[in-house]
Each structure stands twice: as C-alpha cells, then as structure tokens.
C-alpha cells in the first residue's frame, strides 16, 4: 500500500486514528470465532462523520477497497478482510455519541459506533425501552448491527433490527453523506433507501448514524419454562400463546432435551426446571406496562394448552432472579456446544407452520446419513427461527471437519429451501454463505441485487468479497 | 398506438382483458378526486402473473410506457395516464384471488388485486387481524396499498403496509417474474428488495403478489373521546397513554374544535360527545387479546391525564354502537370538508415531539398570511401525521384556486421541512408533490433514488412522470 495514502489517512483521522501494528491489528483482522482472518495495510478509525467521508473520498481517489467493521462479533465473516493486504479496514470504534434521546417522539438518534448495551442502557435511563438484544450486546456496535439486520430475541414481537431503524446516515462510496436522519413514523417521499442499506452487510456505503424507535418501558415480566412432547405441540403452544395474549408474547424459544442436557453438563449452576424429562422445552415470556394480571393470563394460557395436549408440564418463574436462572439455560447452550464438540452450525428460518415438519424431517434425514451425531436445535421458534446445529468430535481433524460440514449444510439447506425457508435468518451472508447463495437464490433476485450493488458502488469497492 | 400491439396484447389477455372504448376506459384514466385526467389507448387487465409478464415483455419490446393502477383510489395521481394517449393502463383488478391463509404461520398471501377489505375479512374468518385499515378499503387494492405504502389508522400499533408485507411478486420491466412470496420472520440473504418496491408507485416494476402478516384478533376494545386545551396536551396526553398501556394503544387521532364544528354542520346525525368546548380533540382507542382489565386501564389513564392537566374533559363509548359512533365523527370530516369548501390539502409528518411547536407556529402563520382561511386539522397524531387542510370557499376561482394551492403548500411545507418532517406521510408523491420532492429532497438522496430507477428500469418504460 501507497504510504502516502497512509499518510493522508492520519491526516484525517489524527495519529490515534491509525492502527497499524500487527500486534495492534490484530483484534481487527480476525474475527471473534477466529474462523476468518486477513490482512489489512491500515485499520482507519475516523471520530465522526465527517472524517468517515473524507476517508471514504481517499479511498475512492486511489482505488481502495474498504472493509467497514462495528464490534467485529458477525458470525458470517462480514466484516473481516481478505489475505491480499489490499483492504482498508474502516473501524466505528471512536464513534460512539449518543446524539440525542427524544422521550416524547419515542427515538434515540446514535453514531454507529455506539455499543448495543449502551443504546438500551440510554434508552431505559430516559424512561424508555430499546428491544434489540443478543448474546453480543456488550460489545457489538449497532451500526453492525444495522448493516447486518441483526434478530435476536426480541423479534417476535418488535421486529429485526430494519424494523427498528426510522432514520439513517450514510457515507456513500464515493464519500457523499446521504443525511437520513428522519425520526418520523410515517413518510412516503420515495425508495426505501434505508430499508436498503440496512442488511447490506457494508457493500452500498457505511452507515454513520441512526435513529432508532424507543418503546414504552414493560413494568413487569413473567417466565415459564414448558416441556413439551413434539415440534408439532411446541408449534401449536406458541399459535395457542399469541392468541390468547397478543403483543405481551415477548420471547418464545425452544431447545430440545439434548441441548438442556449440554448446559447441564457444561453450565455450572444449571438446573433442571422440571422433574420429568421431555424431549423440547419452551421458554415462553410476557411482559405489559400494565403487568397486574400477567401471571394469571399465563397460568390459563398455559392450563389450556395441558388440556388441548399441547404442553405436558411447567413452571411459572416466582421471582425475577428465577426468570433469569430460566434464561440462562437458553443462553448457556452456546457455550455448552463449545465445549461440548465442534459445531457444524445451521442459522435457518422456515414459515412456522412447516417448522415442525421440517424438524421431523431433518432429524430423520441426519439419523440416516450422519448417523451418531448429535443435533443441537434450538432457537427463536417465534421467529419461526432454528439454530439447528450438529456436534462434531472435539478432536475432528480439520479436513473431516470441512468435508462433513459441506455435506452438512448441503442436506439441511435443501431442506430448509424446499419448504420456502432461509438459510441465513439472522445472522447475514458474509463470506461463510456467499457461495450457497447463489445456489439458492433465483437468478432474477441475483440480478436485481447486482444491478444495485453496481448502480451504487460502480468502483467495487465497498466490502468485496462479501454477500455478493 | 400500433394496433398491432393491442391486437397482441389482446391474445395474451382475453378480449374481456381489454378496455378500448372511451366511456369504458372513464373509470380508468381519471382518478376518483377528478384531479387528474389523462388519456390511454388500452387498459389491459391481465388474469395473473403469467399475461401480467407476458404484457410487460410486449410492452418492452415496443417501447411502451405502462402505468400500474390497483383500485384507482389514491390522492397523488399515481395511478392515472398523462395526456400523451400513449402509456398504456396496467390494471390488476382481475386478480383478486386469496392464495392462501396460514393461521399458524400468521400470513395470508394474495394477488395484487384483492381489496383491502377481502384481505381484512378472509383474516378475520380464519381468528386473526390484518391490521391496515383506511377510508378507501372497500375499493382500493392491496396492490395500490403496497405501491403507496399506504398508512391509514392503524399504524400506530402495527406499522405501514411496508411493514405488514413480509414477502412480494413482483414482474419487472423487462417482463421477468421476481418471485419472492417469502413467509419469513427472519432472513438475511441480501438487499431489501421487498421494502424497496414497496412505496415504489409503480416506478420500478408491478407488484403482482404479496405475503402479508397477521396479527392476533382483539377481541374487545374501547374507545375514549377527550377534550383537550393545547397541541402540547395532546402530546403529553399521547406520551402518558403509550407508557401507560403500550402496545394495547391503537388509535391516537386528533381533530381542532373548528373540525368537529364542521362534521355537526355537514354530516346527518353527528353528536357532540361532550357538553362543554374544546379546543381539541383525541380520539383515543384500547383493544387487546384478553380485554378485561381494558375499561378499568382507560380509565386510570384519562383520570392521571386530567391530574396532570393533559385533558379537561372526556367520555369513554359504553358500547360499541357508541365507540362506532365516535369513529364517524373522525372519519366525517373528509365528507364535511367537501361540502365545506374547496380543501388545499397538506399530508405532513413530523417528529412527535415537534408536533405541538409546529401546529402554533402554522397556526399563526397562516392567520397573518392568509387571514381568514379556516385551518382543517386533525390526522394521526400517534403516528405524527397531520391532515393540515386550509379551506377556501367552494364558488373559488380556478385560477385563484390554484395560486393560493401554491403559496399554502410552500408556506406549510418549508414549516414542516424546516422541523425534520415529511411533506408526504401517507398519501404518496405520484403527480401531485413530485415537483416539491425536487425542493426538499437532498441532491444525494435524489441522485441515489435516480441511480436505482436507471438500473431497474433502463428504458424509463415504468409509471413516467410519477414521484421521480
């Protein structure tokens, strides 16, 4: 790389605003499942965003590819660079102002630097309630979570990060700022340009900012932990739940024996809520502003469903430190599957009325060619979400690793695309699905998504080498 | 017009699919305001998505403009012909067929041509609520709602008809079929093609099919009609009913004390709801999935709004006759204001938090620019929309009709976009603001909407004239 390029970089952004050490470089060029990791000349960290154009215009000048990176938690490899040592790696890590909480107009507007727990953090401090939330909250930033539409659980009843985003800020490719800042509810004054940048994993430009909607503030929640018989029950629960309590339905997640069985074994401090087993387990949450009668709505919502077949036992959380023993058996199955093997992982979406279905399906199809390996299926059921993942050995050598997960994602990725589902629901294409993309997506979408990709980046410069 | 090209377009259609005689093409090239008026050389009214394709790739072939209608119903002109005679009329209201409902899945799936009410009450008979809900709902289309990303009463609680479509057919210009009837809650493969189409107007290609949400059906609900002094108090009452009750808050629509004089004037059988006047009024409306405690919640709420002086008077509806009634007199002041004079309408949006401010401010600004205009406003105030009208008398003259049209609307609109707010919040650009999108657009946000339509559609073939 040009040094002088360099040179003018730290003209802009200022001596601290070069990372370019490998030492230094190095929490930067590798992603946090060390899975990808690159080289980059310069990690470049502008403070706002206006040095975020100017960069931007510099590397357009000189032809420079441009890796933009929030917390650098994706699963998918968004947002490391390539082995060419060719990429600038543009960081947001300076840029963490919260610009303004608006109470009354229930928004917050923040740089796209700003850690996701420090948006609920100002969102609850002013009244208000920001719902986006996953296991990375403590240090990814939400302008990666905006580039990539992150899920999450809270999606079943406020939507995925698009859904939560009125207004944007956008440094275009060739260094213009698209001001987008809207905080409005309502406006049909053209193409959804910011439904567009959001999801698009860095490669139309690099959002800057954000307003975000607020939501009133829950004053109280109630947990229950359900074992359940079959996909099909836990299914039917969740139809049962959503008619009976509307809106109040705030998570609805499922995992089967066998993970509660990992966190027990690898958690400590994991305790079985129920004494029977049963071969899947919901986590069913509400939450109101009015929460007075919000355990008797679940004690009957839960009472009919035993009566209709569809829940076999359960246990209502009595406090809120028992809600939270409840959560973080769902939340430890991350960490059981680490260290309980090498985990071939599945992140699909399917119309929840085929999930159970495909459950049945897949399980029969893996048990028949796989036969032996354990299956982790757990998710955001609500969502019509599964991390439906496979256990590899610990000790699996690398090449039998590849081999089986190419295999693996084959057969359930057919699967998931027969029944008209996704398989990427939550966590983007990157690098690890680009090439499966393209095998499931019909040629018009590809073309579609080109024609924009070339019609607002016609250099190629932003993020190459992933999504498209 | 190349009769070789409608005898062409006849085979793919039916002769029935055809309208050529000009009183039968009355009802297709003028819309239903009488605002605009142009003039076509066919109506083509294709069965499905098949002769919807095959009519584009005709129409590709010869270079023929096509203007996309649904229901006809719109108030921006987007649906109507210029005066050329040669943009030919695209109508989808032959396809009008349920594809399929999904309770489980909570998704119905239709053809473009359904009426919004169809849509309404094939979700009712299968347990569950489609929320879009507009004055026009028994002769516009889903189709024209997804073009204008229509908005209407309920978006307060479940968004714009953006956010209620999870998945889109669409045929594009060059006659290929996007098929992505996608029932998904989550999936990160790609750009947003569905959020771009929609609120397109027909510019960059036809929707032809839609997923669309579902929601729980409420099953009771009621409704309050409050007397308040201030635009601030309307605000602070909002503000206090949100943190109160969450997502069980409906509706939230505003009327001055001058519109309810007009519905009593105008309107047969319009009933004061309270004794005394006011210089405002909300219409405030609760429903819920386990109705019990709804009653009791409007209560504590209205009770705490008057303590803190946000409201001076108000009637909850004892039954829903009276809750219907109340309703009329929101939805009366369109027909009040026709009979009342010649309306130069305004469809603003502005942060909710601006709102207050910016009602004093237009107030007193127009009393001294146009003294003696009387103020029509009331809208949405949940979702900060407001239908800022200004009556002029209904013998006014054309050419003065139109030249106080042009001094109100830059007069309004440089107030709105002086505050952050939209000049369009529900209605659409089409004809009617695409010379005022010019003034209060950003050039780079031009640009990006223009370097999208050039790369959809390359031979500008898609609605000219409209919202670019």
Same mark, same amino acid.
């Given at each position: 790389?040009?040094?002088?390029?360099?040179?003018?970089?730290?003209?802009? #952004?200022?001596?601290?605003?070069? #990372?370019?050490?490998?030492?230094?470089?190095?929490?930067?060029?590798?992603?946090?499942? /060390?899975?990808?990791?690159?080289?980059?000349?310069?990690?470049?960290?502008?403070?706002?965003?206006?040095?975020?154009?100017?960069?931007?215009?510099? +590397?357009?000048?000189?032809?420079?590819?441009?890796?933009?990176?929030?917390?650098?938690?994706?699963?998918?490899?968004?947002?490391?660079?390539?082995?060419?040592?060719?990429?600038?790696?543009?960081?947001?890590?300076?840029?963490?102002?919260?610009?303004?909480?608006?109470?009354?107009?229930?928004?917050?507007?923040?740089?796209?630097?700003?850690?996701?727990?420090?948006?609920?953090?100002?969102?609850?401090?002013?009244?208000?309630?920001?719902?986006?939330?996953?296991?990375?909250?403590?240090? +990814?930033?939400?302008?990666?979570?905006?580039?990539?539409?992150?899920?999450?659980?809270?999606?079943?009843?406020?939507?995925?990060? /698009?859904?939560?985003?009125?207004?944007?800020?956008?440094?275009?490719?060739?260094?213009?700022?698209?001001?987008?800042?809207?905080?409005?509810?309502?406006?049909?004054?053209?193409?959804?340009?910011?439904?567009?940048?959001?999801?698009?994993?860095?490669?139309?430009?690099?959002?800057?900012?954000?307003?975000?909607?607020?939501?009133?503030?829950? *004053?109280?929640?109630?947990?229950?932990?359900?074992?359940?018989?079959?996909?099909?029950?836990?299914?039917?629960?969740?139809?049962?739940?959503?008619?009976? +309590?509307?809106?109040?339905?705030?998570?609805?997640?499922?995992?089967?024996?066998? +993970?509660?069985?990992?966190?027990?074994?690898?958690?400590?401090?994991?305790?079985?809520?129920?004494?029977?087993?049963?071969?899947?387990?919901?986590?069913? !949450?509400?939450?109101?502003?009015?929460?007075?009668?919000?355990?008797?709505?679940? !004690?009957?919502?839960?009472?009919?469903?035993?009566?209709?077949?569809?829940?076999?036992?359960?246990?209502?959380?009595?406090?809120?430190?028992?809600?939270?023993?409840?959560?973080?058996?769902? !939340?430890?199955?991350?960490?059981?599957?680490?260290?309980?093997?090498?985990?071939?992982?599945?992140?699909?979406?399917?119309?929840?009325?085929?999930?159970?279905?495909?459950?049945?399906?897949?399980?029969?199809?893996?048990?028949?060619?796989?036969?032996?390996?354990?299956?982790?299926?757990?998710?955001?059921?609500?969502?019509?979400?599964?991390?439906?993942? #496979?256990?590899?050995?610990?000790?699996?050598?690398?090449?039998?690793?590849?081999?089986?997960?190419?295999?693996?994602?084959? *057969?359930?990725?057919?699967?998931?695309?027969?029944?008209?589902?996704?398989?990427?629901?939550?966590?983007?294409?990157?690098?690890?699905?680009?090439?499966e993309l393209r095998r499931y997506k019909s040629t018009v979408e590809m073309d579609l998504m080109l024609l924009i990709k070339r019609a607002?980046?016609?250099?190629?410069?932003?993020?190459?080498?992933?999504?498209?």
């Amino acid at each position: 790389m040009d040094t002088e390029l360099i040179r003018r970089l730290g003209h802009v #952004v200022g001596d601290a605003g070069l #990372v370019l050490g490998e030492a230094e470089q190095a929490p930067y060029v590798e992603d946090w499942l /060390r899975k990808w990791r690159g080289r980059t000349p310069v990690v470049v960290r502008p403070r706002n965003t206006t040095e975020v154009s100017a960069v931007m215009r510099l +590397c357009r000048q000189t032809g420079t590819p441009v890796v933009p990176q929030g917390g650098n938690t994706g699963m998918s490899g968004g947002a490391a660079p390539d082995d060419s040592g060719a990429q600038v790696i543009l960081s947001l890590n300076r840029m963490r102002r919260i610009r303004e909480v608006d109470a009354v107009n229930n928004t917050i507007t923040v740089d796209a630097g700003v850690l996701l727990a420090d948006v609920q953090r100002a969102a609850r401090e002013a009244g208000r309630f920001f719902p986006l939330s996953l296991g990375a909250e403590g240090s +990814c930033t939400i302008g990666g979570n905006l580039a990539t539409n992150a899920g999450g659980t809270a999606v079943l009843r406020y939507g995925n990060t /698009r859904e939560l985003a009125l207004g944007l800020e956008v440094v275009l490719p060739d260094g213009r700022v698209w001001s987008g800042l809207r905080g409005l509810r309502k406006d049909n004054t053209g193409y959804d340009l910011r439904g567009l940048f959001i999801g698009s994993e860095g490669t139309l430009g690099v959002i800057t900012g954000a307003v975000l909607k607020l939501y009133a503030l829950a *004053r109280g929640r109630v947990t229950a932990w359900v074992g359940v018989d079959t996909p099909g029950a836990v299914v039917g629960l969740l139809s049962h739940m959503q008619a009976l +309590c509307g809106e109040r339905l705030t998570a609805f997640e499922m995992m089967s024996a066998h +993970c509660l069985d990992l966190v027990q074994a690898h958690v400590s401090g994991a305790v079985q809520p129920l004494d029977g087993r049963h071969r899947y387990y919901a986590l069913v !949450e509400l939450s109101d502003t009015a929460p007075e009668a919000l355990t008797e709505l679940l !004690e009957q919502g839960l009472a009919q469903a035993m009566e209709a077949g569809l829940a076999d036992d359960a246990v209502i959380a009595a406090s809120e430190t028992q809600s939270q023993a409840l959560w973080r058996l769902r !939340e430890g199955i991350s960490q059981a599957q680490v260290r309980a093997g090498k985990a071939v992982k599945h992140d699909i979406a399917l119309p929840i009325s085929r999930l159970a279905a495909f459950i049945e399906e897949a399980d029969a199809a893996l048990a028949e060619d796989f036969a032996g390996l354990p299956i982790v299926n757990f998710g955001h059921v609500g969502d019509g979400n599964l991390h439906y993942n #496979v256990l590899l050995p610990l000790d699996v050598a690398a090449a039998e690793y590849g081999r089986l997960t190419a295999a693996l994602n084959r *057969r359930v990725h057919d699967l998931v695309a027969q029944r008209g589902g996704s398989i990427s629901a939550e966590h983007g294409v990157g690098q690890l699905r680009r090439d499966e993309l393209r095998r499931y997506k019909s040629t018009v979408e590809m073309d579609l998504m080109l024609l924009i990709k070339r019609a607002l980046d016609p250099d190629q410069l932003m993020n190459p080498g992933k999504l498209l």
